[in-house]
């Protein structure tokens, strides 16, 4: 039986199947007596309940019913089951249902019929569902369903859920997390691919097979690196694999496409290609692979590629393909860190071979510079040898400076050539017994007079030792010196320090200072070769950076060490301890004989270039002008710029020295300086015509110095030249980059550099000169934008930049300092103005156009919110057909706006006022004759239309010839510019009426008072009785008859013969009655125009109807107000065009009483109605100023004109005039 309403379910019993969504409806619907079952209403009690339970839980169950398991379960089951067991399983016998899993099961089973509950985790099965068996991971339990005495088991309870996703997810990520393990281990990226085969190999389940390969150099091949599952058979994963370009013909690998894609290729239906992949634990046929690009962020194209099998149980979702991507990104990360390896490697291999041939060259270039040095040396010392006088002065000084210079080449090409054989293992040591503590004493006490000059105090404190300490007396004397040389390099005050004391590990040298100190993160790198330390201050920017080093390595040849401790601003202490006795040295060399020259320097040497570091007694501020010297005569470079001032910065006493010689010889000015710090002090002091610098120096160095310099605005035309040794071309670059104006590299001529200086001074003058023509144009520009209030400003299209001043900023509504931008510019312009400027825009950036700009748009201002008018005024530069610039001009025109706003609502009012006026407002020009305007009740007055007076001429020719004389002379006179007032008679050429006009004239001036337009209000003076009568009778004697009665009852009479006559001037006669005599065929017509015309006009018709009972009912059908019967008598005549006037008098007055408020709301402006409409909703100024984009004050003006045009005194009284004349409020829909 089939039951589905509730009411059946209550009825029989079946409470139990109520709800349960889509299951409960098909297990309501099926025929359960059809089934071993039995109808649902014979089930036991625990059955319904577990059913009952069953359906209305949100949890996955599946009950299993009866001796042959019939299956029941609820919609939270069904995903389990797939559309090919959905709802077909539904009461059909678990064995058939689950056949697939059933030997898995069939045992639980068994423990339930034996009462035994059982629970089961994560167990793995196979659903014929979204695949054929579907890999799937359950979580169940089995309990029994008890019939109602508990004495059997009638069904089966299952609860279980889904973890499918769960293990699969985990099971992934331990393949990501063990790809990632060990990457940095891999040295080589074939090592990191069979590294990553390894770990691929331990999930089968997910990567049934996987093969990698790798591009060669020229990505022409592919070649196998690894592999995991592959089948013996080659022939699918050949060992080179040729890469062919995207879209042609490739094997079963698309390699080429992936290739040229960097997007990973789907290879499906394998088995149809004629490969057959089996998985390791299903005989399954593999169906899909992919092709995966190896490829690295931040590079363009893979290293290789990485071929994968997919699993034939698990649906190709997308989280399996992301899977994928991300192992073959684990992947190529890995392969780009073992390339960067492999890469590091070799260029450590090539700096070892680079190392090398540096050691090579520095010891063949430092045999070869001492021959030259030698012969240089030696002249030198001849002529210094020389007795005074046998030498000039200068030439002595110069022939100095170079003997001084020359040993200090000979003592940096000692020091090289020490290391060369320390590195080459050539070094050759003789070590001998010695008085240490003596012999380290008098190499220290040779600094006590550069101690002396320097301000600073030498305590040497040598304790004699007792036992034989061995050392090579040259390689000490190098090693106490570069020790005593360094610390009087970077101390400025207090002491230097030299102790030698006995300990227990042989003899310890300390040489200490209260100098800079080291900061503690270069204290590593102190004896690291060719590595400079940056202190914040030094004697000299001089040195090698090879001192320390090369004491290193010569405390090592001892056997000793050398250690150093320091802090900065506290100063700095280096211990060497050398081992007593000979155990630690070579045997061999225990007072052995030297076989290569000895590279001992004397110690005058090391003191002659600390001296050299101290300054001069009078070069600190050297500023004179002497002869021509030695130099400058050789160098015969004309001097251009007399009296300059130039300021020399070189921590090199000698080089100061010799160049300020040689720049005083050509009449400048030199003030000479030690360091950076100074100079910049000097020329803040005192601003120089040009600076000429070295670039290495203590402190602030050269290019640090330039940087300064640029950096002020009082510097920024004063020409810079740096001297360096550095010849490199990036060095000249850098310099350049600085804001230098040249680079000179040393050794350079005395003629180039006198060259140079004088080339640069002459161009800072004439840019000196040609800055101050410009500074005096641009401020003549200046004060010419400023006195109109122009805003300069420029816009670079690339790049969207805009430079505005501070006038323009305001116009924006915006701080002086308020940053700007192309967007920002745009979004304050008003959205009604906005199409047209951007429009603009196009047309002056297209190059086919002329490139101007020339706009007015409204902005609203961006924090004050004040709408504001700009006129703007622009043209483009063009260059390759492409806008590279544009400059213009914008100037402010609200008030200019307002003023032309205020005038056209002027004008508007004026023209409404003559519209609604009953006097003719005209306008005439005297030069012209034309007469400009007449108002529209000039058809009122003169009868026709103004267009039919187009001139003065048709205006004199209305009026009357005996007026005409007098209208001449006043328009005479108003021509002079007096003001009159005349009257004059007119002759209405419509129906030659008679009337008087009053026409007051007035001049109105042109600039110089010139009058050439005159103006008048005409006013119709006309005595008017209000009884105004209109006869139309085609018989003469019948027109005077009533013409006459008419007269006698004090009307003004007006006769004509036809009807046709009267309505062709029916619109300019005043109002009145119509007598109509109907004796003429169709007069009835007369009577129907004028009704329709709403003429004001009414009808008295008049007839003899013979008899005719209708002919008056026609007559007032046709429009007649009333019909006379002929004949009439005067009483009936006038008492019918007396009630006829009284009806039209009382109709006026109310269309006037209605249209008044209309006519004064008409007369408003737009911009008026909307404040009006505004003061309707209840809004303040403030409020109706916001919604109108107004200021506050704006609205008040206009809240002002609102009144005086209502006639309003009081608010209330203007909004009882708005409400009577239909105006609503602007917040309502006029309902």
């Not at 021509?628 to 470079?637: F, I, K, V």
């Not at 550099?753 to 401020?779: D, F, G, I, K, P």
């Not at 748009?857 to 008018?869: A, K, L, Q």
Request: charged content about 25%.
């Amino acid at each position: 039986m089939i039951y589905n309403t509730p009411n059946s379910l209550d009825e029989n019993g079946l409470n139990f199947l109520k709800g349960g969504g889509e299951l409960g409806a098909l297990i309501r619907a099926k025929d359960w007596s059809a089934t071993p079952l039995g109808p649902a209403e014979s089930w036991s009690q625990n059955i319904k309940t577990a059913i009952s339970i069953c359906l209305n839980s949100r949890f996955p169950i599946l009950l299993w019913i009866g001796k042959d398991l019939r299956i029941i379960y609820n919609d939270a089951y069904i995903p389990f089951l797939g559309k090919s067991k959905h709802p077909a399983m539904l009461g059909e016998p678990g064995r058939t249902a689950w056949s697939e899993i059933w030997p898995e099961i069939a045992p639980m089973h068994a423990d339930v019929q034996a009462s035994r509950a059982t629970w089961v985790e994560h167990y793995q099965m196979f659903f014929t569902r979204r695949v054929p068996h579907e890999e799937v991971y359950v979580t169940f339990g089995y309990s029994p369903i008890l019939d109602d005495k508990n004495n059997n088991i009638e069904g089966v309870f299952c609860a279980c859920y889904e973890t499918t996703e769960e293990i699969i997810r985990e099971r992934r990520l331990s393949i990501l997390r063990h790809l990632g393990t060990r990457s940095a281990e891999q040295r080589t990226v074939e090592a990191a691919c069979r590294h990553a085969a390894e770990v691929l190999d331990g999930n089968p389940l997910d990567i049934p097979f996987a093969a990698f390969y790798l591009l060669d150099e020229g990505e022409i091949a592919a070649h196998q690196v690894a592999g995991t599952r592959l089948p013996s058979d080659r022939t699918p994963f050949p060992a080179v694999h040729p890469i062919r370009g995207a879209g042609m013909e490739e094997g079963l690998w698309p390699l080429g496409l992936v290739a040229e894609t960097s997007r990973a290729a789907k290879v499906s239906d394998l088995p149809s290609r004629g490969y057959r992949f089996t998985t390791p634990l299903w005989p399954d046929t593999v169906e899909t692979a992919f092709v995966l690009p190896l490829k690295s962020s931040g590079h363009q194209r893979p290293v290789g590629f990485l071929i994968v099998g997919t699993s034939p149980r698990r649906v190709l979702d997308a989280d399996y393909c992301s899977f994928l991507d991300l192992v073959a990104g684990q992947i190529a990360t890995t392969l780009a860190e073992a390339r960067a390896l492999e890469d590091e490697r070799r260029r450590a291999e090539a700096l070892a071979k680079l190392d090398q041939a540096k050691t090579v060259f520095f010891s063949s270039v430092s045999h070869e510079f001492r021959t030259p040095l030698t012969l240089m040396l030696g002249p030198l010392e001849e002529l210094l040898a020389k007795p005074d006088g046998s030498l000039s002065p200068d030439a002595r000084i110069l022939a100095t400076v170079a003997h001084r210079n020359s040993l200090r080449l000979l003592k940096l090409v000692n020091t090289l050539l020490d290391f060369s054989r320390i590195e080459a293992n050539r070094a050759q040591a003789s070590y001998e017994p010695c008085d240490l503590a003596r012999y380290t004493a008098e190499l220290a006490s040779s600094f006590s007079s550069a101690c002396d000059r320097a301000g600073l105090r030498l305590d040497i404190a040598c304790d004699p030792i007792s036992e034989p300490v061995y050392v090579d007396h040259d390689m000490w004397e190098k090693i106490v010196l570069n020790l005593l040389s360094n610390a009087f390099k970077f101390t400025f005050k207090g002491c230097i320090a030299v102790r030698l004391t006995a300990t227990s590990g042989g003899a310890e040298l300390q040489v200490s200072d209260t100098g800079v100190g080291i900061p503690a993160a270069d204290l590593p790198r102190v004896f690291e070769r060719f590595h400079r330390i940056d202190r914040p201050k030094s004697r000299s920017y001089e040195g090698s950076g090879i001192g320390l080093a090369l004491v290193q390595e010569l405390v090592r040849l001892h056997g000793g060490t050398i250690t150093v401790e320091s802090r900065e601003d506290h100063g700095t202490t280096f211990t060497v301890l050398v081992p007593f006795g000979t155990n630690h040295l070579p045997a061999e060399r225990n007072g052995g004989a030297r076989s290569l020259r000895s590279t001992a320097s004397q110690a005058d040497a090391f003191v002659e270039e600390a001296l050299r570091w101290l300054p001069g007694p009078a070069e600190e501020r050297a500023e004179a002008r002497s002869r021509l010297s030695e130099e400058a005569e050789l160098a015969g470079t004309p001097t251009e710029v007399l009296d300059a001032r130039i300021l020399l910065v070189d921590d090199n006493a000698d080089m100061r020295r010799y160049l300020v010689r040689l720049l005083t010889g050509q009449g400048w000015v030199v003030e000479a300086v030690a360091d950076g710090e100074a100079a910049l002090a000097a020329a803040r002091r005192q601003r120089p015509d040009l600076v000429l610098s070295d670039v290495m120096m203590p402190g602030l160095n050269g290019l640090e110095l330039a940087a300064a310099l640029r950096g002020d605005s009082h510097f920024t035309e004063v020409p810079i030249i740096l001297l360096s040794a550095r010849a490199a071309e990036d060095a000249r670059v850098e310099g350049l980059g600085k804001g230098v104006d040249d680079y000179l590299v040393k050794p350079f001529s005395a003629r180039e550099l006198l060259a140079r200086v004088n080339t640069h001074l002459v161009l800072a003058q004439l840019r000196r000169t040609a800055a101050a023509r410009l500074r005096r144009s641009e401020a003549r520009l200046q004060a010419a934008i400023d006195l109109v209030g122009l805003s300069p400003y420029s816009w670079d299209p690339a790049t969207g930049t805009l430079e505005w001043d501070a006038r323009l900023k305001a116009m924006w509504g915006l701080p002086p300092d308020a940053p700007i931008d192309h967007d920002l510019w745009l979004s304050a312009i008003h959205p009604d103005d906005r199409p047209q400027v951007e429009r603009a825009l196009d047309r002056c950036t297209d190059p086919a156009g002329d490139g101007v700009y020339h706009i007015e748009y409204r902005v609203i201002g961006i924090e004050d919110s004040v709408e504001r008018w700009v006129s703007t005024y622009g043209r483009t530069t063009f260059e390759n057909g492409h806008p590279v610039g544009f400059t213009g001009a914008a100037l402010e025109i609200t008030e200019r706006k307002r003023a032309e706003a205020a005038l056209r609502e002027s004008e508007e009012r004026f023209r409404r006022f003559a519209e609604h006026t009953a006097d003719v407002l005209w306008l005439a020009d005297l030069e012209t004759g034309q007469l400009d305007y007449i108002s529209p009740a000039f058809r009122q007055v003169w009868g026709t239309p103004p267009e039919d007076m187009p001139d003065i001429a048709s205006w004199l020719a209305s009026v009357h010839p005996d007026d005409r004389d007098a209208a001449t002379r006043a328009l005479d006179c108003v021509g002079s510019g007096e003001t009159l007032v005349l009257e004059y008679r007119i002759l209405r050429a419509s129906d030659g009426a008679v009337r008087r006009i009053r026409d007051t004239f007035f001049p109105i001036p042109a600039t110089g008072g010139h009058v050439r337009l005159v103006g008048g209000i005409a006013q119709d003076v006309t005595i008017d009785t209000g009884l105004h009568a209109y006869v139309v009778a085609a018989g003469d004697d019948a027109r005077r008859e009533l013409v006459g009665a008419l007269q006698a009852g004090g009307y003004e009479v007006q006769a004509f013969a036809s009807g046709r006559a009267l309505l062709t001037i029916a619109g300019s006669l005043m109002p009145g009655c119509v007598v109509l005599d109907l004796e003429e065929p169709g007069s009835l017509v007369v009577a129907s125009e004028l009704k329709a015309a709403r003429a004001h006009l009414p009808v008295v018709a008049l007839g003899a109807s013979g008899g005719d009972v209708g002919f008056g009912v026609r007559a007032m059908k046709a429009g007649a107000v009333d019909f006379l019967e002929e004949p009439w008598t005067p009483e009936r005549l006038l008492f019918a065009v007396g009630t006829a006037l009284t009806e039209i008098r009382v109709a006026a007055e109310r269309t006037r009483s209605r249209d008044e408020p209309h006519q004064r709301i008409e007369a408003l402006s737009a911009r008026e109605r909307a404040v009006l409409e505004g003061l309707l909703a209840g809004g303040t100024n403030k409020t109706i100023a916001r919604t109108l984009g107004l200021s506050p004050r704006t609205v008040e003006i206009y809240r002002a004109r609102v009144m005086e045009t209502l006639g309003a005194h009081t608010l209330p009284e203007a909004v009882l005039i708005a409400t009577a004349a239909g105006v609503r409020p602007a917040n309502q829909d006029g309902d």
